[in-house]
């Protein structure tokens, strides 16, 4: 949700080409410009998701237009940080490690205004910036401001051609992590990757079909100005319209909001709770469930006979979560418990464990990640995995079902642990006939599924095993 429109890419970095346009919003040091900049200081100071940033710095005084402006510019600034710091480095006459935080965010912020908001006019961006720099102690700053940001939106500014500095600085990725997809899927898909992971994800319905259908959704939406589409592989998704008159619609005040006729969820993610295979009547848990979106699934297509669990070990989530499931009439059993120390003995027709993970397969959504994360912690990440996958285990009945799912690509915290945990008692079992027929493409001839930004599907990143519980085992 956006208050200037990207330019198209043949177009980005050539801001001499935006000169003249009619201001979005006055010039000025705005509360908005201010609070976006205090929240990119902070994750200077302590990364964290982008989530909390805005949620923490965004004024209760703003309004629609003004929140999305500035998650605008949080999301915006981080997800091309690079090329930002590319764009205005090279009109320093100081080493850029000189800046102190505070003036290289307000560089950042500036240009990226300059580089990606058309509605907002040069001398708007540039003037913000100069006052957010010289904030403070550091009035030297708006001199420096002011000239280099001027150049950065008189010269056009070009990718570079070789491809792995292309990735890392147009792309706006680290290098470790260019330099890793370049070497496992080969140069092209990481580039398609990068790319893919740039593009803003959509805002994705799922249909609750024990209210509704797509096609009555997507009537009611109208009738409330919200346009949408249908979805690209499952059918009981609807994608929101990117159009201008939809920009500034919340579908949570919607009526079929308030009704509980949806949740917002990926398609990727509704295809990997499809992929479970929980059938009508079945006692499920979901081990690591918050904040309820697969469980919500998963509860719909065990049905009223069936019983579902959804188990976290954090508290606030659960919070979420049991409110989440409250606002679509879902009867789930919630629970505080950590799926390394399971409650059950093994009664469970079908169990989940969407772990925790690199959230790599989702960089789109959380561009602040690849700034968190080190190639060092996704070892960790699989490690940490394997023990909870092994402990839910233990609740699966003999003929039951287990389904390992994150949303990452990576081998650490994928194949890796799917490999591991391939020992006698379970055998792989892919749930291929739950999906829908456009998505069975996915599953590979070892059963798992697995959506990769790549694959210019449309859909976030995820892999996802299922495995059998031999019946005698016991």
Request: charged share 25%; hydrophobic share 40%.
């Amino acid at each position: 949700m956006k208050s200037g429109q990207k330019p198209s890419p043949g177009n980005q970095g050539t801001p001499a080409s935006r000169q003249n346009k009619r201001p979005a919003r006055p010039s000025g040091t705005d509360p908005v410009r201010r609070a976006a900049h205090a929240a990119l200081l902070d994750f200077h100071r302590s990364p964290r998701n982008a989530e909390d940033l805005i949620g923490r710095f965004a004024s209760s005084e703003f309004d629609s237009r003004d929140r999305a402006f500035f998650r605008e510019l949080v999301y915006g600034v981080l997800r091309w940080r690079n090329r930002l710091d590319a764009a205005f480095e090279i009109f320093l006459t100081e080493p850029p490690d000189r800046l102190s935080p505070g003036v290289r965010t307000a560089l950042r912020l500036g240009t990226y205004q300059l580089l990606f908001l058309d509605r907002v006019p040069v001398h708007g961006a540039v003037n913000t910036s100069v006052e957010l720099a010289g904030r403070k102690n550091e009035k030297w700053a708006k001199g420096l401001v002011n000239a280099v940001l001027r150049k950065v939106s008189q010269r056009p500014f070009d990718p570079p051609a070789a491809l792995e500095d292309r990735l890392t600085v147009w792309e706006s990725h680290p290098r470790w992590l260019v330099q890793r997809w370049i070497a496992s899927i080969g140069p092209e898909a990481a580039r398609a990757r990068c790319e893919a992971n740039n593009a803003e994800g959509p805002v994705v319905f799922r249909v609750n079909p024990v209210l509704t259908d797509a096609a009555s959704l997507a009537a009611r939406f109208r009738e409330e100005g919200v346009a949408t589409s249908a979805g690209r592989i499952d059918p009981d998704c609807l994608w929101m319209e990117t159009s201008p008159g939809n920009r500034h619609v919340s579908f949570s005040d919607t009526a079929p909001y308030a009704e509980g006729a949806f949740i917002a969820q990926d398609e990727a993610s509704s295809l990997a709770a499809r992929f479970v295979g929980v059938k009508p009547g079945d006692r499920v848990l979901d081990a690591c469930a918050a904040p309820g979106g697969k469980t919500a699934v998963m509860s719909w297509m065990a049905g009223p006979e069936g019983k579902v669990v959804a188990a976290d070990i954090a508290i606030s989530r659960l919070t979420r979560l049991r409110a989440n499931c409250a606002r679509i009439k879902a009867p789930v059993e919630v629970l505080a418990m950590s799926a390394g120390k399971p409650s059950f003995g093994d009664v469970f027709d079908s169990v989940l464990v969407d772990a925790p993970c690199s959230g790599l397969g989702v960089l789109r959504r959380h561009p602040d990640a690849r700034w968190r994360l080190r190639e060092e912690e996704l070892a960790r990440h699989g490690r940490l995995q394997l023990e909870l996958l092994k402990n839910a285990a233990l609740t699966v009945r003999p003929g039951g079902h287990l389904t390992y799912a994150v949303c990452s690509n990576e081998p650490e915290e994928t194949e890796r642990v799917a490999e591991a945990m391939n020992h006698s008692g379970f055998f792989r079992d892919a749930g291929t006939e739950f999906l829908p027929p456009p998505a069975r493409k996915f599953v590979g001839k070892d059963g798992v599924l697995r959506l990769r930004p790549e694959d210019r599907s449309g859909l976030d990143g995820f892999f996802a095993v299922r495995w059998r519980r031999e019946a005698g085992d016991k």
